[in-house]
């Protein structure tokens, strides 16, 4: 049955069984991925994966209930669960069922004509990168992934107050992490592009891209262990922030869990730094309509020039704070409750180039890949000391890469150490993005 004709039925019956208020999330997701190696087809795998969920007001209670059949006969099962679930409820108050803002951005996020390229097609493109990344020269071993993924999203929310929202979106990508050896010595680089248009993908950058980056390692060096001014290429960057994203969720700050906990208004950051959450971004992996529910997705600025102007609220931290929702409840699935999250998360570029940032630096460490972020972060209080990949600076010029380091310091003081934002914005598959930065100092120990 189709989703719309399913949730048409379903109101209705809910009306009969005496259902007050009444809201339907559906949720369809698809995606692909296909490992080569060699120029054969290591791995392929597709997965469909989806439902809806039923939220219910019964007798002034909220019951719950899901199901992945879009089907008539689901419409009993649903009804009646939702139902024993509010009997059961022990909650104070009925939650609201949003009635919806006064108007939505209508966006259609998906890229149709990355549909027309066929898989063959994808693949045949993938094989070609592997080739030349194989053959780019003697240095260039293997390649540990070699790996497309296509994924694709559609929502539907729709409630027994008149509201009814869709959106959807997709991407492709691709992932090389390249193996290169020089005697004794090995190292590995990885390399990722995503994009909604295929045709602006190009079978020699990428492989020489990936290629550099693996070969750019060897060599490498001891460097004084001490606190050295820090640049932050845009991929290690956009590592960090995604580690501390959770520190802008009010829920979390109500909570306790946050520093940024009673500091709106105040100045968090350098002058240097100004974040945005675009849902709307162009070409953007998190871009959403509307929230979890069913709130009309802007543009918010949670930072401007070091100020902290808000955190991610949803309708109930948002209610308790005294604000308005900032639109960013979300759920994990069709079968999760309402948490926060943002969609495109950003730090807005400057207009130096990582080049310019280099070429200022009399001495500084170059940070380009993090490791152990989950286990070597604290995100309440900010703390980290975590593995790091990169390059010693020297008069103005990448001397050698550094054998491998470990950082540390403070998030939220690294954000007022920031010097320098760069041009080179970099937007991770997860939504999180950022350029270059050029941070004070860090301490940095060789291991």
Known sequence: MKIEKFQEKVMASGLMAGFEDMEIYYEQARGLSCDIYRGEVDRYETSQTGGLSFRGIYDGK???????KIEEDSIDYLLEKAKANAEL???????????????????????EA?????TTEKMAFLKAV???????????????????????????LANS??????????????????????GDETKSGFTIKMTKDFNTLNVDEIAREAAEEALSYLGEKAIVNKKYPIIFRKDAAVQLLGTFLSSFSAEVAQKGQSRLKDQVGEEIASKQLSIIDDPFYEGGPANRNFDGEGVASKTCTVIEKGILKTLLHNRKTAKKAGVETTGHAYKPSYKGTVVIAPSNFIVMAGEKTID???AEQQEAVLITKLS???????????DFSVAANGFYVKDGKMTAPVKQMTIAGNFFDLLKGIEEVGADLYISPGGTG???LLVKELSVTVD
């Open 161 to 182: 107050k008149g509201l009814v929202l869709h959106d959807r979106k997709n991407f492709f990508a691709i992932m090389l992490s390249v193996v290169v050896k020089s």
């Open 114 to 118: 990355l549909d027309t390229i066929s």
């Open 356 to 358: 310019d940032l280099v």
């Open 372 to 382: 152990g972020l989950h286990s070597g972060a604290n995100a309440i209080s900010g």
């Open 130 to 156: 592997e080739e030349k990344v194989l053959h780019y020269n003697s240095q260039v071993h293997s390649l540990n992934t070699c790996r497309m993924i296509e994924q694709s999203k559609e929502r539907l």
């Open 62 to 68: 909220t019951g719950y209930a899901f199901t992945e």
């Open 89 to 111: 409820a022990e909650e104070e108050e009925p939650e609201e069922i949003f009635a919806g803002s006064d108007e939505y951005e209508e966006i259609d996020h998906y890229s």
């Open 434 to 436: 950022a350029p270059s």
